[in-house]
């Protein structure tokens, strides 16, 4: 395999580690500055340009964006993707992910558990919002702070109403995050690569500060993680379309509180704390999965007029439940299941004899008018029960 790792710190202890790895493996391997990168536009085909000179041909690549050259380094790996070149992390895995507010939105509506949190921008809807999770004391964070940095705790209200001001008068953009009093300043990272947790650590700050990280002077044990915990970590990393994450969760009374999915995790801290070659065991990933590049499944698909992608939900007393694939239908009509969705398993490719039941998801492909009508209307918020008007009962 002829691998490439993006990344402007070649010395670094993850990209020296990963690099290695891959040699140790037969592999060819070579570190690429993220930012010497062109992206060639002008011919045929996609393609890029690597120091003014056309790129040479490689099987994979692992990249290692830093938050400050988001925008052009997730355009490289996008790049990348057309050409049809497998990366373990997408582009839109890598933009989602360093988003704070993104990757909360996404997460949420999978039924991932967190902290609660809130998003406002105006003054008048601060104190609300800090009702809304909670209470004070609560946690603020920048959207693009790493390690540690932008992520301040308000006792009450007052300094949370006058830091919040503050970092939006310089126009920053903050969430409001309920504060977990349990996790006591400890958090979990857990290393996914692939379908599995590969190594688990966990972080506790130093003396009175609440923030864990490493670079803020936390110490680190290795710990082993119960079947709840991996499962979360591993389908966090997934939802956000990463194969290869640090997974950050905060230990909740009633189970694991998702913090963060770091799509550039630091190997340092947890091969030392597991003494486990957690490089080599992204690498092995790669070299099994380079035969199967990310493709933009909705791109692909939709090219054909009339046809393109949707979810049907089968809702309490449809037609479908108690039936068979075979038996909805959905095949005479030119609709074919990709995945089916029950709580929270994924079953990929399902049997002609999978019996359907309420409340599962299909995402199918097929004629656009032949699905329209499966399609459920937009889900409404369900009103409120009013109080008892004074007049309720008329003359």
Request: hydrophobic content about 40%.
């Amino acid at each position: 395999m002829k691998l490439a790792i993006l990344s402007r710190s070649p010395g670094a202890y993850s990209t020296h580690r990963l690099k290695t790895a891959a040699l140790e493996r037969g592999h060819e391997c070579r570190v690429l500055n993220t930012l010497r990168f062109a992206i060639d536009l002008a011919g045929g085909e996609p393609d890029l340009q690597f120091r003014g000179r056309q790129l040479s041909d490689y099987d994979a690549i692992l990249p290692r964006i830093g938050a400050s050259i988001t925008y052009f380094g997730t355009a490289v790996v996008r790049q990348f993707e057309q050409m049809d070149v497998y990366t373990p992390n997408t582009s839109n895995g890598i933009a989602n992910s360093r988003d704070k507010l993104r990757a909360t939105q996404i997460l949420s509506r999978h039924d991932i558990g967190m902290p609660a949190t809130s998003f406002v921008r105006d003054k008048a809807d601060v104190l609300p919002a800090i009702e809304l999770v909670g209470g004070a004391p609560v946690v603020i964070k920048l959207l693009e702070g790493t390690q540690g940095i932008g992520v301040i705790l308000a006792p009450d209200k007052k300094v949370a109403e006058a830091i919040i001001e503050t970092l939006q008068s310089t126009r920053q953009n903050v969430l409001i995050q309920q504060f977990i009093a349990e996790s006591k300043g400890r958090d979990i990272r857990a290393l996914v690569v692939g379908d599995r947790v590969v190594g688990a650590m966990r972080r506790t700050a130093q003396g009175d500060e609440f923030r864990s990280n490493v670079h803020r002077g936390g110490s680190v044990e290795a710990v082993e993680l119960s079947p709840e915990y991996e499962r979360t970590a591993v389908r966090a990393a997934q939802i956000m379309g990463l194969r290869v994450a640090g997974v950050d969760m905060l230990e909740g009374n009633e189970g694991p509180l998702v913090m963060e999915v770091n799509s550039s995790p630091g190997l340092e801290g947890i091969e030392r704390a597991t003494e486990l070659d957690i490089a080599g065991a992204i690498v092995d990933h790669i070299a099994n999965q380079v035969a199967f590049p990310e493709l933009d499944v909705r791109q692909r698909l939709t090219v054909s007029t009339g046809y393109g992608v949707a979810e049907i939900h089968i809702p309490e007393g449809s037609a479908f439940a108690g039936k068979t694939i075979n038996e909805s239908g959905l095949r005479d009509r030119d609709i074919s299941v990709l995945t089916l969705h029950r709580d929270n398993t994924v079953i990929p490719n399902p049997k002609g004899s999978r019996v359907l039941e309420a409340n599962d998801r299909l995402l199918c492909f097929g004629r656009l008018e032949e699905m329209r009508d499966l399609i459920p209307a937009r889900r409404k918020r369900r009103a409120k029960v009013r109080k008892l008007p004074d007049d309720a009962l008329q003359d």
